[in-house]
C-alpha cells in the first residue's frame, strides 16, 4: 500500500497525462540504480602506457568521460575487461578503462 505522499504524487502525475504506477517505478528505480555525485574512472591510456584517476558525475557513459578528458571519441578505441566498449555503454564506480589512441596518417 503506498504511502500517503506517493498516492498524491501518483494522483498528481495522472492528473498530467503520466501512467502513475509505471512512471514512478521506472523513476525509483534509476534514482537508485544512478544514485547522486560522482564516481571514479581509472583510465589507462596507451601507447604512452599512463593510469589517471577520473572523477565523473552520474550518470556517466564513455562518450561523457572522453568530453571530460578532452579526448575525440573518433581518435581512441575505450576497452573495458580487454572487450571493445561503445560510446554509449553506462560507466560503473570503480571502472578500469583502457584507451588505445588510433594513429593514422600517410
Known amino acids: 500500500m503506498p504511502t ?8 498528481a502525475l495522472a492528473w498530467l497525462g503520466y501512467p ?5 517505478q521506472k523513476l525509483n528505480q534509476r534514482v537508485f540504480y544512478y544514485g547522486i555525485g560522482s564516481m571514479k574512472i581509472q583510465v589507462k591510456t ?5 593510469t589517471k584517476e ?3 558525475s552520474k550518470p ?9 578528458i578532452k ?12 572487450q571493445p566498449v561503445p560510446l554509449t555503454s553506462m560507466l560503473q564506480e ?6 588505445i ?3 593514422s596518417g600517410g
Open 20 to 24: 502513475s504506477r509505471f512512471f514512478l
Open 94 to 99: 570503480n571502472d578500469k578503462i583502457t584507451v
Open 71 to 82: 579526448l575525440k571519441p573518433d581518435a581512441v578505441i575505450a576497452l573495458r575487461k580487454n
Open 4 to 11: 500517503a505522499p506517493v498516492a498524491l504524487e501518483a494522483t
Open 60 to 68: 556517466a557513459t564513455v562518450e561523457k568521460l572522453f568530453k571530460q
Open 101 to 103: 589512441k588510433i594513429a
Open 54 to 56: 577520473y572523477n565523473i
Open 46 to 50: 596507451l601507447p604512452e602506457n599512463t
